[in-house]
């Protein structure tokens, strides 16, 4: 059975950091695309970022805050959240493209 979960969500004040994780089971997550979602409450699910053979994709608004990466050795992919806003709260999502998704982590940025 194939599971991706992601990990480090959480409550953060604006212009800080968080790191997400996004690791899988069942699946050698290396050998895909992996792409990271969000979804806020009564929004459309917005694709902020996205990790394909060294190349990388970031969604306007957050270009120059997230970055992207994978540690091939941990088969994990990792999304650097940095200068937080509150408007990027919502759900994060990781996705083994265009196969499998995990269930996500809530992101919170609020003083």
């Known amino acids: 059975q194939v599971q991706l979960v992601e990990s480090g969500g959480g409550l953060v004040q604006p212009g800080g950091s968080l790191r997400l994780s996004c690791a899988a089971s069942?699946?050698?997550?290396?050998?895909?695309?992996v792409g990271w979602f969000r979804q806020a409450p009564g929004k459309e699910r917005e694709g902020v970022s996205c990790?394909?053979?060294?190349?990388?994709y970031y969604a306007d608004s957050v270009k120059g805050r997230f970055t992207v990466s994978r540690d091939k050795a941990k088969d994990t992919v990792y999304l650097q959240m940095n200068s937080l806003k509150p408007e990027d709260t919502a759900v994060y999502y990781c996705a083994a493209l265009y196969d499998y998704r995990g269930q996500g982590t809530q992101v919170t940025v609020s003083s």
């Open positions: 990790i394909s053979d060294g190349s990388t």
């Open positions: 069942g699946i050698t997550l290396t050998r895909y695309s």
